[in-house]
């Protein structure tokens, strides 16, 4: 389905998907930013006043990370890039790996299944909060800096 950029972008450089279809496929990036935005406009009462006006990523009263994940207070920037990166890399090379037909592959049916698995290990004990799709993290993050919570959503 190319439900993560990443995925998507990894299968046009290898050859594996047309250039021309990126596009399309990108079409999921303003798909999450606007189910971020309806999320805001559904519950915006509650999160003033639970906030009281004062949008945050971190503290007592933190609400971004509604929207989108966010690491864990001892995780420096370096620590969260580097997990996310390697995540990211793990499940390409998984999931490339799953399909690889030429290379012993998976068992025809089983792809779902061990896809699942993957991710579902890749979660296991994570410092970030399970980024590792950016389709469905950056574009919420860009609505959290416009909706109030600041460029901060990026730090």
Same mark, same amino acid.
């Given at each position: 389905?190319?439900?993560?950029?990443?995925?998507?972008?990894?299968h046009c450089i290898l050859g594996k998907l047309p250039w021309r279809k990126l596009p399309a496929y990108l079409v999921i990036l303003l798909g999450s930013f606007t189910a971020a935005a309806i999320i805001f406009d559904l519950?915006?009462?509650?999160?003033?006043?639970?906030?009281?006006?004062?949008?945050?990523?971190?503290?007592?009263?933190?609400?971004?990370?509604?929207?989108?994940?966010?690491?864990?207070?001892?995780?420096?920037?370096l620590g969260g890039f580097f997990t996310e990166f390697m995540a990211t890399v793990m *499940?390409? *090379?998984?999931?490339?790996?799953?399909?690889?037909?030429?290379n012993n592959g998976a068992l025809k049916g089983t792809q779902a299944l061990l896809t699942g698995i993957l991710v579902l290990g890749i979660? *296991?004990?994570?410092?970030?909060?399970?980024?590792?799709?950016?389709?469905?993290? *950056?574009?919420?993050?860009?609505?959290?800096?416009?909706?109030g919570w600041g460029m901060v959503v990026f730090a």
């Open positions: 389905a190319h439900l993560n950029a990443a995925i998507t972008v990894t519950y915006y009462d509650a999160l003033y006043d639970y906030t009281k006006g004062n949008f945050t990523v971190t503290g007592s009263t933190a609400t971004a990370l509604i929207f989108s994940t966010y690491p864990a207070p001892y995780v420096s920037l *499940l390409l *090379l998984g999931i490339l790996i799953i399909h690889d037909e030429k979660g *296991l004990g994570m410092n970030t909060g399970y980024a590792i799709n950016p389709s469905r993290d *950056l574009p919420p993050r860009v609505f959290t800096a416009i909706a």
